[in-house]
């Protein structure tokens, strides 16, 4: 009895406070690191991947790669939606999400440059000053990707700045809308830039040609839904932005144009 009296103690249940608190601290502080690893690793994989193609020696298989390719879409598109979001709130403390964001969508990332299926089949192989111009135009598209996260935030798509002020056991500083540098001339330079990426190529294969297909399809559902984000955090500033400023250059049409003054409807 004397024992189990010791351990109600106040003293003691403080002290079990105390060290589940270091715990988390610990497992936090793990969780952050290997999160900003793995997505620098990752970024290392995508960039060999979309320039020399999958290494695989597997035959070619398109139902697998299409999987594959809408794969990467699924876990970042679910921890997304509100639902989810709130469920992941009661157990992960809510500045340490973007690193569960992101370590997702690494994970996705790297399952497919694992399992891809390679095609031999080759749908254009450009040479001399066109594979050159191919060429600037997909490391332009990378230059353009982190510029365009800098100027969102790239220590937000990453969870690393509210991860870094959750360890030291501060707010996460509140993020501003500012119409800066590309956003003066479109909504989605990130989006544009991701895009480069997967069309400039000097050799496409039909394999790359899945893949390309099935991101480009995604993207642009993804511009409309971030749009729809967007408005809903921000409101009436975002939707004034959205009548002035198209979603991607030379496209003046639905949900990618401007937004309708009348009616707030695309």
């Avoid at 024992?3 to 106040?10: C, G, H, M």
């Avoid at 479109?186 to 040609?209: C, E, K, N, Q």
Wanted: hydrophobic residues 50%; aromatic residues 16%; glycine residues 8%.
């Amino acid at each position: 009895m004397s024992t189990q009296l010791e351990v109600a103690t106040p003293n003691t249940r403080k002290l079990t406070v105390a060290s589940r608190s270091r715990i988390t601290l610990v497992a936090g502080l793990l969780f952050g690191v290997l999160t900003q690893a793995v997505f620098l690793w990752t970024a290392a994989q995508l960039f060999l991947f979309l320039r020399f193609g999958s290494q695989s020696t597997q035959a070619f298989s398109p139902l697998l790669d299409i999987g594959l390719a809408l794969f990467f879409a699924l876990p970042h598109s679910v921890l997304l939606l509100p639902a989810v979001n709130k469920w992941l709130r009661q157990s992960v403390p809510s500045q340490l999400l973007g690193c569960v964001h992101c370590l997702a969508t690494c994970i996705s990332l790297l399952v497919l440059f694992e399992t891809w299926t390679a095609s031999h089949a080759s749908i254009w192989q450009l040479q001399g000053w066109a594979e050159q111009l191919m060429l600037a135009g997909f490391y332009g598209s990378w230059v353009a990707l982190f510029y365009s996260l800098y100027l969102t935030g790239l220590g937000y798509q990453t969870g690393f700045l509210p991860w870094w002020c959750w360890l030291r056991g501060k707010k996460s500083p509140t993020r501003s809308f500012e119409i800066v540098s590309l956003f003066r001339f479109m909504r989605h330079p990130v989006y544009l830039s991701f895009l480069g990426l997967i069309w400039f190529t000097p050799h496409m294969t039909l394999d790359h040609a899945v893949l390309t297909i099935i991101w480009t399809a995604y993207i642009y559902v993804g511009s409309y839904l971030k749009d729809q984000r967007l408005e809903r955090f921000i409101g009436e500033p975002y939707r004034a932005y959205a009548r002035k400023v198209t979603g991607f250059p030379l496209i003046g049409f639905g949900p990618w144009g401007r937004r309708k003054i009348s009616g707030g409807d695309y």
